[in-house]
């Protein structure tokens, strides 16, 4: 059963902790990335990595942190430097091909609420 | 920021009518994709369509890109109750895998 997956489903954080979400794909993609997503709103780029070992900031990367140690991994930390964490984050992954722009596979998501 | 910006923001029709939603982007891209993503959910891909392509259809759904206008329609024909859901629209560009998606569209499909 080929997919992604996210957990915990639902993470409850107090203030001043680090917390991480898990990802992981067996899809073999080489691209995976993280999005935050506010109620009412679109996705916003945190992080993106497109091999091992290598990854780029997105459009709100401040306050979080990625590693890239394996190609079905991509856990992302959300530290005490994030001010407002609270929201709904989703990993995704997708095929590298050159320049083309292929389709994201995303996974459930997993909600964070600070306490 | 977000490139593209969907109208409406919301839409409520009756099953069985056609549910068109737009979007509206800034910059030149190289494909614009349409997912889907059910209430507390992930997203789901629904089509894709490149910058050299006009119109494109995949069963209930087509799809129009105007690259003059920097504009993209979804349509929905025949609509269900199950196609509830909010609808967003991804652009991509560059030389590297990286979207941007929309502000979406909330779309309500009354039984």
């Known amino acids: 059963d080929g997919g992604i997956t996210q957990s915990p489903k639902y993470l409850f954080r107090k203030e001043g902790q680090n917390v991480t979400l898990s990802c992981e794909q067996n899809?073999?993609?080489?691209?995976m990335y993280w999005y935050r997503q506010d109620p009412g709103q679109g996705l916003r780029l945190i992080y993106y990595?497109?091999?091992?070992?290598?990854?780029q900031k997105g459009d709100i990367a401040e306050g979080y942190s990625v590693s890239r140690e394996k190609k079905e991994s991509f856990p992302l930390t959300v530290t005490s430097a994030q001010k407002n964490p609270t929201a709904f984050y989703l990993c995704?992954?997708?095929?590298?091909?050159?320049?083309?722009?292929?389709?994201?596979?995303f996974g459930p998501g997993t909600r964070l609420t600070v306490l | 920021s977000q490139q593209g910006e969907e109208d409406p923001q919301a839409l409520s029709i009756q099953e069985g009518e056609n549910a068109t939603m737009n979007c509206s982007y800034k910059?030149?891209?190289?494909?614009l994709q349409w997912y889907r993503q059910n209430s507390g959910r992930g997203l789901v891909h629904l089509i894709l369509?490149?910058?050299?392509?006009r119109e494109k259809h995949s069963g209930r759904l087509r799809v129009t890109l105007d690259t003059s206008k920097k504009s993209s329609s979804l349509l929905i024909t025949a609509s269900r109750a199950a196609d509830t859901a909010s609808y967003f629209c991804?652009?991509?560009?560059?030389?590297?895998?990286?979207?941007?998606f929309g502000t979406g569209t909330k779309l309500q499909v009354i039984p």
């Open positions: 995704a992954s997708s095929v590298l091909s050159g320049a083309t722009i292929n389709e994201q596979f």
């Open positions: 369509i490149r910058s050299n392509e």
């Open positions: 991804a652009t991509g560009a560059g030389g590297y895998q990286k979207v941007t």
């Open positions: 899809l073999n993609h080489d691209a």
């Open positions: 910059t030149s891209i190289n494909n």
């Open positions: 990595s497109q091999i091992v070992n290598d990854f």
